[in-house]
């Protein structure tokens, strides 16, 4: 009954490796979204897909590259992989709407570079 | 622009004791206000939320209340239990906002000891 899921869990690679994240959620929700979380637990938003369209897309290195093959489910593939990109990546989806907005988080895939 | 400041951490705090964290925005007209928790190697959950001023939130005995002249939605709990350890962040969305972006503070790490 997972509402937002992620695979992998851990992620150890490195660096120079091209990688993907699978993210897939069962909610019906229409808009899914890719966060990175630092070491400080800094959230910070990368990129937002509301029914396969890029909405959000923050400046983030191309070597990132979000692909949503429908509203259900949103991967994310990165290219060249170096050690600053070590962190925790959440995915998480939301129903966009009136009032509210509330987004529903998956377990996070912890990423580490060597 | 839309923003969240919250009370650096971390706070350490005995079991039972009282917890407030300071939560402030910056936001115009008026956003829908969410406090999630993220628990130790978990994805974030959303604790409350409050859509209007004066609204009041309220989940597993912690509360928000939404303060329109102050621009504040501070979390409190009465007395808090060793489960409670976790990071808090507040966040908002702004009213209207076609894209369901959340606009996170930088979380605060609450440790309770017995």
């Known amino acids: 009954d997972t509402a937002v899921s992620q695979t992998p869990k851990y992620l150890v690679t490195q660096m120079g490796n091209d990688k993907s994240i699978k993210c897939e959620q069962n909610l019906g929700h229409d808009t899914m979204y890719w966060y990175k979380q630092d070491s400080k637990k800094f959230l910070k938003i990368m990129f937002s897909y509301n029914n396969k369209e890029l909405i959000i897309n923050e400046t983030v290195p191309n070597r990132f590259s979000p692909k949503s093959p429908d509203k259900a489910h949103l991967n994310l593939h990165i290219n060249s992989l170096e050690l600053g990109d070590s962190a925790v990546y959440f995915c998480?989806?939301?129903?966009?709407?009136?009032?509210?907005?509330?987004?529903?988080f998956g377990p996070g895939t912890r990423l580490t570079v060597t | 622009g839309d923003s969240v400041t919250q009370m650096e951490g971390p706070v350490t705090l005995s079991e039972e004791a009282f917890l407030t964290i300071n939560c402030t925005y910056t936001?115009?007209?008026?956003?829908?206000l969410f406090w999630y928790v993220q628990y130790p190697g978990e994805g974030l959950q959303l604790l409350l939320k409050?859509?209007?001023?004066?609204d009041k939130g309220s989940n597993k005995g912690f509360e928000a209340t939404y303060r329109k002249e102050t621009t504040s939605f501070h979390l409190e709990k009465g007395s808090v239990q060793v489960s409670d350890s976790a990071v808090y962040f507040c966040?908002?969305?702004?009213?209207?906002?076609?894209?369901?972006?959340?606009?996170f503070g930088r979380g605060t790490q609450l440790t309770v000891w017995p």
């Open positions: 936001a115009t007209g008026y956003p829908s």
């Open positions: 966040a908002l969305s702004p009213r209207g906002s076609t894209l369901g972006r959340l606009y």
């Open positions: 998480a989806s939301s129903q966009v709407g009136t009032g509210g907005y509330e987004q529903y």
């Open positions: 409050a859509t209007k001023a004066d």
